[in-house]
């Protein structure tokens, strides 16, 4: 693996290789020790009792999981979406027009980050209650309990694009987008041919990282949640109180390998369009240099 | 509908409002021993929705697909779920709470928008739930197995007539321990207390509830846990905050159903929950952990089906509260979650069928007689914080 | 500005709003057993209950465990950003990386959940200690600060490996050989080259550890039980348990304000810190000519 390295025998890069192997082992340990706790034969998930595929049989036929799992997969893939978009436009104008109003958005977005989630969720939901009309729960658009979570996780969402689309852009030179000006291309279309490729690789990452948060969370929605949208998060919380059942495991499983495998092939399009997955988490790095 | 008609009356009969009324008492089991007749108990044989069958088909009801639980957790069997589900095409979810309190502030602050069908509160936080308007009023038409349901169970002190609640659980508080590190006989709460303080100091769980503290402080002297007193509140803070709290290690309100993980060695539970850990472990280590009752007093507490208000889906709601009332569904129900049900008859079977750890259930005339209801009151916030300072005390 | 419309629409609508509540409501009092807020009456009094000396000892705990936490996840993350971007061919980089992220996609309970069974006294890993003969009592890490520890670092580390791994990555090699060449030893090119240089990634990670650790309250306690008390919990309880909200939303502005005022100090700490150092070196640096 350490093809074209200099020096891979030397005291302190073997130092490092078993420094890196540590720290995967330390990240997998868990998580393989749920993937093979998913075919306990027993009541309780963590009383190994022998080999069994009872529990993905179970868990497949289980529709209140299946739906809560749905649900969450909705709701992440919603607010994403929602927050790679609208966080990527104002990223962009806040590295290009700093002034007064970016700097209060900039300060906005920094309280995002700052405020504990907790606060968050109950100022959400007290919110939620009052709002009538088209954020009420009759109104004629969406489903209630989705339009919760995707406003819910939108909103941590969008301040982390806005932060990482905007790192990508300060460190970007104005020039492209100045001669396609000069060469009168209209404004969408200096976006969407010019600027947008640049900073597509930072809204991928955008993207996956809110993808991944909303996938996770668990206290905003287990507060702003509505009865029939409980997403997958507060259903494991949820039974965590009570007796822990095998085929939340396995679930875990399946979602685990359908996500890996759609992260993997998210890889591959991007390898061929040229992108790389540490190009992408460039963006990460929080300011320009 | 003809239903309504005769069983109303019946329970009248059955259960006099004086037995009734104190569910502390001993009308209880004099309630239990009227309710063991053999009519009662043929019911037990019947299959589950024989006696649902005359009310739906008098008046056929659409249930819909869905049902909303907002409910404790591990407190209905899956098996019971999914069995409800086949019959009707209903689909049941579920949230779950850890406290009484956590729950009612959910659903205050959600205003009805949390989009709940059934609720499971305990019986003596029904009377403010019910005035802040969140309940349902019950039609018992729509309830034919409300007669199936030990009239001493019924027309209890803080809903006369059943208007807003049916008896789903009751039960008591005690806790375990685990022979290994505890090598003595713990028989009551000082017992409790004193091996906190010794072999299992740092390796004791409390529930994750305010009032248990004022509970764990009072039952120890039969003295009464709801007293708003501030002295009494300001001794309950003393004795939390020095005596208990230092040797706690973790603020648990279900440590029974997580017994296999063996994070600590004396556990505060209820009695079901502790009844699910030890049916867990069973198999690999029966001796290991012991259930004692609390003592010299303990909590009683009976949880109860509610519908709430605004449920989209009453008609459902209404079906399975009937459903689980039907004294088969409700052996197997008890069986799974380890707490008497409150459907006559019940006791007789279990002992019939030497139904395991059923001691834990089922309990005597005077262990009854110690149990103690708790209350929602004015104590509650000073309780909260005493609950927060003492999570503090015990981080250090 | 036009486009940052729907997005400042959206935290307008959704965050600023919903927060102004809990700060007007954190003037505000508890009426009455089932009502939790009452309005009619302003006062700072919640601020003089909320700043008590639970709420003290409470946030000093927590500001325990999420700066150990904080500094855990550098220590283990920076070695190993450091080997994934040097050490290891590029080509495998971005694959590894996303290996890495795996671990995001099983629920964070569950993950936890592993780690109860993994370090339980009745575990494999216990049982395997025992006889091997290196410990002689069964595990007893659950629900203790080692546990707590555990928990927090591992539910974090990513998000302290993804930004340092970007600056290391992208960092000139050309600029350690220079160091190099000029006789530094590899220690010192590290300190007064590398580490510097890495700088902007260690602050990003760590805000993006630190802050959301010090308002989080459950990822401690499953595996810590009670001994992660997290100030995050005095708000929860106020709300969840005595539905006081104006105490609640005055527990929230304090909490808010105090991880502010922790951050900003860091932030003026580490400014002194760098600004001695740069004094320093440039003291040196005319020696280092002769």
Sequence with gaps: MSRGRPTPTDGVSIGLWTWGIIVFIFLFAPIITIVVYSFNAGRTLVVWDGFSLDPYVRAMADPTMASSVLTSIKAALGSAAFAAVIGTLAGIAAARRPGKWAAVFLVVVTLVLITPEIVDAIALLIWFVRMGGPFGPDNQFVDYGLMRLW????????????????ARVSGMDESLEEAAADLYAPPWRRFRQITLPLVFPAVMVGFLLSFSLSLDNTIISSFVSVAGSTPWPVYVFSAVRGTLRPELASMSTVMLLLTVLSLAAVGFVLRRGGGSSSELTQALAGGKQ | MNSKDTSIPAIRVLAPTATAMRLSRRGFLGGMGIAATGALLSACAATPGTSVAPAAAAAPVQLGTELNFFNWASYDDPATVKSYTTKTGVNIRLDVYNSNEEAIAKLGAAAGTGGYDIFVPTGVYIPQIAQAGLLEKLDHSKLPNLAKVDPAFLNQAWDKDNTYSVCKDWGSTGFLYDTKVIKRDLKTWSDFVDAMQNEASGKTSIMDSPNYLAGLYAWRTGMDWTSTDAGFLDDVEKFILNDVAPHINAYESYPGA???????????????????????????????????????TTELWMDNWTILKGAKHLDAAYSWINYVLDPVVSYKELQFTGYNTGIAGLREKAKADKLPLSEMIFFTDQQVATFKSGALNSGTDRLVQ????????SAK | MIPALPAGLLLTGFFLVPIGFIIFYSFGYKPGLLSSIGVDRLSLDRYGEALNDTFLLTFGNTLQIALLGTALCLFIAYPFAYWLSHHVASRYRSTLLAVVLVPLWTNFLLRTIGWQIILSGDGWLSKALMSAGIIHQPLNILFTRDAVEIGVVYNYLIFMILPLYVVLERMDPSLRQASRDLGAGRLRTFLQVTFPLSMPGVVAGCLLVFVPLCGDYITASILGGASANMAGQLVAAQFLMAQNWALGSATAVVLIIAIIMTVLAAGAGLAIVTAVLRAHRSVTLPGAVN
């Design chain 2, 258 to 296: 997580a017994l296999a993980q063996g994070k600590s060695a004396l556990m505060m539970c209820w009695n079901g929950d502790a009844r699910q850990g030890l049916m867990a472990v069973h198999a690999s280590d029966p001796e290991r952990y012991r259930w004692v009752l609390g003592a010299p």
């Design chain 1, 151 to 166: 406003f819910g996780h939108a909103i941590f969402s969008t301040a982390v694009v806005v932060l990482i689309v905007r």
């Design chain 2, 386 to 393: 005493i609950l927060t300072k003492a999570k503090a005390a």
